[in-house]
């Protein structure tokens, strides 16, 4: 959507005021996406609008971002390349990955099988026949599997762990001594892999990669192995001890956790060579404890406005805003809190457009309190709000 890119330039540009430096007028942020029409829709909007010149927008493959950027004649010049930094919010668990089990003398991997459900009267769903569908599923053309997507549902998947040649694997021999270390069924996300070593290309040498995302860091249940959809891409977890024993393991980069993580995102920084000031602020802002420091005073003002002691949460609302001032998903909560609970329509009012200041069009549910709160303060308009 843009946001994080915008309210990272919003910040460096008031730190570099406030400290008289001169980063922000030196600075170019290329925001990447494989959807042209994500990118298309963020100059729509105007998300950016407020930087000029700041940055740009680039389709990119994520399993190969060296080649689009080095042919690019934004990036031609002495010193365009490396980047400074990456950012990877939510980005790698969309790669492919790879399901494996692994014994003493063997690695086998999933393969999966349509067939058409029991009882299934094909004449009721298309004209296609059998033989039609067939043809469809054994093709490599993405028309032909498109054609397919209406009918899933009359699909049975059928399972089978099959024997797998570990050099047919990406780094075969990494993940069947892994996998052979660990219990049970491992994730191998060899698109996240992939996608960093050529990533760690792009970067100077003590510039760095952060990544945010979700995943787990030990043995993965049968629940942390289920894969979520988001409108058209599917997304699983990250196997972040196995990210972290390969470039371990291939020295490429000094892998950095925090002290201890949240629990529910992990964040991971990559950089050739770090220095002591980046270990030491990566390592002080993404703990738990930071998270806690954050999300704390939003999480107990939720549970007094539950228990209606709302002079209580009124004043967690307002700690919680004063640490995260920027962050429109509380304005949201907030300004309900004063529509609803407290009845002050006036401040709701206020506190819905100080949200839509932060997310002008991405959140419907942002527009919905703010159409709240003037209905109940009263006002009426024929005018667009927006």
């Given at each position: 959507m843009g946001l994080f890119a915008r309210l990272f330039l919003d910040t460096?540009?008031?730190?570099?005021?406030?400290?008289?430096k001169d980063y922000y007028d030196r600075i170019c942020y290329v925001i990447g996406d494989y959807s042209e029409q994500m990118?298309?829709?963020i100059a729509r909007r105007g998300v950016l609008a407020n930087h000029p010149g700041r940055y740009l927008l680039r389709v990119i493959n994520a399993l190969d971002p060296y080649a689009p950027l080095a042919a690019d004649p934004a990036f031609t010049?002495?010193?365009?390349?490396?980047?400074?930094?990456?950012?990877l919010n939510y980005v790698l668990d969309c790669l492919p990955p790879m399901i494996l089990q692994a014994e003493e003398h063997e690695v086998?991997?999933?393969?999966?099988?349509?067939?058409?459900?029991?009882?299934?009267?094909?004449?009721?769903?298309t004209d296609l026949t059998r033989e039609d569908l067939a043809r469809l599923a054994a093709s490599s053309s993405p028309g032909h599997r498109d054609q397919l997507l209406p009918f899933f549902g009359l699909f049975t998947a059928e399972y089978q762990y099959r024997p797998v040649e570990v050099d047919q694997l990406p780094h075969g021999e990494f993940v069947s001594r892994f996998a052979r270390s660990q219990k049970g069924n491992v994730v191998y996300n060899w698109g996240a892999v992939e996608s960093l070593e050529r990533l760690l290309v792009?970067?100077?040498?003590?510039?760095?990669?952060?990544?945010?995302?979700?995943?787990?860091?030990s043995d993965a249940t049968d629940h942390e192995l289920e894969h979520q959809r988001f409108s058209n891409s599917t997304a699983i977890g990250l196997n972040f001890a196995l990210l972290q024993a390969y470039f371990a393991e291939s020295r490429r980069c000094v892998w950095v956790e925090p002290?201890?993580?949240?629990?529910?995102?992990?964040?991971?920084?990559?950089?050739?060579?770090?220095?002591a000031a980046l270990v030491t602020s990566f390592k002080k802002h993404f703990t738990k404890a930071a998270g806690e420091f954050l999300d704390g005073p939003a999480q107990k003002a939720s549970e007094l406005a539950g228990q209606l002691r709302y002079e209580a949460a009124t004043s967690a609302y307002r700690l919680a805003l004063e640490r995260q001032p920027w962050n429109w998903l509380l304005m949201l909560e907030v300004a309900n809190f004063l529509n609803y609970?407290?009845?002050?329509?006036?401040?709701?009012?206020?506190?819905?457009?100080?949200?839509?200041?932060?997310?002008p069009c991405c959140?419907?549910?942002?527009?919905?309190?703010?159409?709240?709160a003037l209905y109940s303060h009263g006002k009426r308009t024929s005018k667009p709000i927006y």
């Open positions: 460096l540009r008031d730190l570099c005021a406030c400290q008289g990118l298309i829709d010049a002495p010193h365009a390349l490396p980047f400074r930094a990456v950012f086998r991997q999933p393969h999966v099988r349509l067939c058409l459900s029991r009882n299934v009267d094909l004449h009721e769903c792009l970067l100077w040498d003590r510039g760095f990669a952060l990544i945010n995302d979700y995943g787990y860091v002290g201890e993580d949240s629990g529910h995102i992990y964040s991971r920084l990559l950089s050739p060579q770090p220095s609970a407290v009845r002050d329509p006036g401040t709701a009012l206020k506190m819905a457009q100080a949200g839509l200041q932060q997310n959140s419907a549910e942002l527009w919905n309190a703010y159409g709240d």
